[in-house]
Structures are given as C-alpha cells and as structure tokens.
C-alpha cells in the first residue's frame, strides 16, 4: 500500500464524505474515488457504507483506519529520524494568504538566523484549505488565518487583524467610515466551494449563508469584486488596486493570523518554529 493512498483513505474516513476529504486534499473527487476503490481491491473489501449523503466505514475500514494512522506516524517518524542522522534536517511550510505580510518576512528572517541548516520548504495554498495541507500530511507547520476546525491541532494566535468589506470604489457605500454586516444582506457575496471548512466558511461569510460566486484564490475574490459588484471580507491594511475599496466592519470579530500543526508532534523544530514566529509577530 502507498502511504498516499493510505493519506487519502483517512481523509475519506475522518470527513466520511468524498467531496469533503476531495476539498482537504486539494484534489478532484474522480481519482480520490478511483484510488479508494483500487484499496478496496487490494484489500479485498469494502472499506466504506456509500448512500447518496456521505459513507460510513465497514468494520473492515475501521480496522484499516486505526492501522493507516500508526503507518502514517511511523512514516513520519521515520522521515524525522533520517533526516536528522544525515544531518539534513527538513521544515515544510504551508503558507496561506498575502505573502507581503511583514510578519510573515520578519519570521522567516528570524527562522533563518536561529536554523540556518535546515531546509525550509513553502508549499501555498488556496482559501479552500485554511490548514494549508496540514491534515493531509503535506506540510509540517501553517501559518494561516483562523477560524477553522483546530481538532487534533496545537494552535497559537499570532496577531489579530480588524477586517473590512471590498467594494469597488464606485460603489455607493465605499465612502463610508464603517458598515454593519446586515448593510450587505441584499448583496451578492463570494463564496469558497462545498466542503470548505464550515468554521472558516462562516466567518468571511459573515456568518449567514451567502449567494455568488464560487472563488478559491485571493485574485478571484478581488476579480469578482471588480467584474461583477460581488462583496466579500479582507483584512484592513493590504494593499489594494485603486479600483477597489475597504470598508471596516464594525460587527466581525478580527481575523487571527496563526501558526498550526499537529497536536502531539514532537519534532524540536516546529516547536522552535512557533515559539520564533510568536515573537516575529509581537514587533
């Protein structure tokens, strides 16, 4: 058995829902369910219960689950343990949002100063995955913006970032000091694809179902805003074009900037990593 394959068979089994664990994986559904159903047959049985709401797993799924996760820990073990007896030691960092963040910059001057051997890798992701692969074992730490699910994660807040509504800047209320979000209701918002993490669907679509188009990207959101009026949340202080504006929101709680990884994880560096950017951030 692959130990992709098996990644993708915990995501299956943890969201018991192919479209949502597709979503997790920043994969389509289509070669998720053909992988499942080429572990079905080397397995040689059902892992999943399919209904047309989600799946369950069969006894022989649960067994399979408990023994993918030891796999997958003893894999990472292993990589750990290699790595540092070839003196290679190896950091993999899913970064989500505006990379000019001078947090962001200052963090990664820091982490170098304090770990100047180690390969640091970035992976970035899209708003569709606020743990930037974390749960899907592509990355070691994520720095990203909450709220979302934290379950089996050790999560620490940053910084806290007021946010605002995008408007062009032809737009009626884009002159205005600061907006309710009720002031929005009878407007058409952008919103992130089925099976996004529901936390972090609610809070920038603040939090009330939302009619608009779908988007994944930053460039997307503000795309949207541009060519069809859509509203949508940022947080106040990045720069936009001059086509658009922001408006502060007087009744959304701030968006946290954090740093996440697994709970448990006992790899020295991302310790040291959270401890490093929770003091990047404080300046």
């Given at each position: 058995?692959?130990?992709?394959?098996?990644?993708?068979?915990?995501?299956?089994?943890?969201?018991?829902?192919?479209?949502?664990?597709?979503?997790?994986?920043?994969?389509?559904?289509?070669?998720?369910?053909?992988?499942?159903?080429?572990?079905?047959?080397?397995?040689?049985?059902?892992?999943?219960?399919?209904?047309?709401?989600?799946?369950?797993?069969?006894?022989?799924?649960?067994?399979?689950?408990?023994e993918a996760r030891a796999l997958l820990d003893h894999a990472e073990r292993v990589r750990v343990r290699v790595g540092?007896?070839?003196?290679?030691?190896?950091?993999?960092?899913?970064?989500?949002?505006?990379?000019?963040?001078?947090?962001?910059?200052?963090?990664?001057?820091?982490?170098?100063?304090?770990?100047?051997?180690?390969?640091?890798?970035?992976?970035?992701?899209?708003?569709?995955?606020?743990?930037?692969?974390?749960?899907?074992?592509?990355?070691?730490?994520?720095?990203?913006?909450?709220?979302?699910?934290?379950?089996?994660?050790?999560?620490?807040?940053?910084?806290?970032?007021?946010?605002?509504?995008?408007?062009?800047?032809?737009?009626?209320?884009?002159?205005?000091?600061?907006?309710?979000?009720?002031?929005?209701?009878?407007?058409?918002?952008?919103?992130?694809?089925?099976?996004?993490?529901?936390?972090?669907?609610?809070?920038?679509?603040?939090?009330?179902?939302?009619?608009?188009?779908?988007?994944?990207?930053?460039?997307?959101?503000?795309?949207?805003?541009?060519?069809?009026?859509?509203?949508?949340?940022?947080?106040?202080?990045?720069?936009?074009?001059?086509?658009?504006?922001?408006?502060?929101?007087?009744?959304?709680?701030?968006?946290?900037?954090?740093?996440?990884?697994?709970?448990?994880?006992?790899?020295?560096?991302?310790?040291?990593?959270?401890?490093?950017?929770?003091?990047?951030?404080?300046?």
């Amino acid at each position: 058995m692959e130990l992709r394959t098996l990644r993708y068979f915990v995501a299956v089994a943890e969201e018991l829902h192919f479209g949502r664990a597709a979503t997790r994986l920043h994969m389509s559904q289509p070669p998720l369910s053909r992988a499942i159903k080429r572990l079905e047959a080397e397995v040689g049985a059902l892992l999943f219960a399919r209904s047309p709401t989600g799946v369950t797993l069969t006894p022989v799924g649960s067994v399979l689950l408990d023994e993918a996760r030891a796999l997958l820990d003893h894999a990472e073990r292993v990589r750990v343990r290699v790595g540092a007896a070839a003196g290679v030691a190896t950091v993999t960092i899913g970064i989500l949002g505006d990379g000019t963040d001078p947090g962001a910059a200052r963090l990664a001057a820091a982490f170098r100063r304090s770990r100047p051997g180690v390969d640091i890798r970035i992976r970035e992701t899209d708003l569709t995955d606020p743990t930037c692969g974390l749960r899907a074992g592509l990355v070691d730490v994520a720095l990203t913006r909450a709220p979302f699910d934290e379950t089996a994660l050790t999560v620490r807040t940053l910084r806290a970032d007021p946010v605002g509504v995008v408007l062009r800047a032809d737009d009626p209320l884009a002159g205005r000091d600061g907006l309710r979000s009720a002031e929005l209701d009878d407007r058409r918002w952008f919103r992130f694809p089925q099976g996004t993490d529901p936390r972090w669907q609610s809070y920038w679509h603040g939090g009330r179902p939302r009619e608009g188009p779908v988007v994944r990207t930053v460039q997307e959101c503000l795309q949207a805003v541009l060519w069809n009026g859509t509203v949508g949340l940022a947080p106040l202080g990045h720069n936009l074009p001059a086509e658009l504006a922001v408006v502060p929101l007087t009744d959304i709680p701030p968006s946290r900037v954090v740093a996440a990884w697994n709970e448990g994880d006992t790899n020295p560096l991302i310790r040291s990593f959270g401890e490093i950017a929770t003091a990047a951030y404080r300046r």
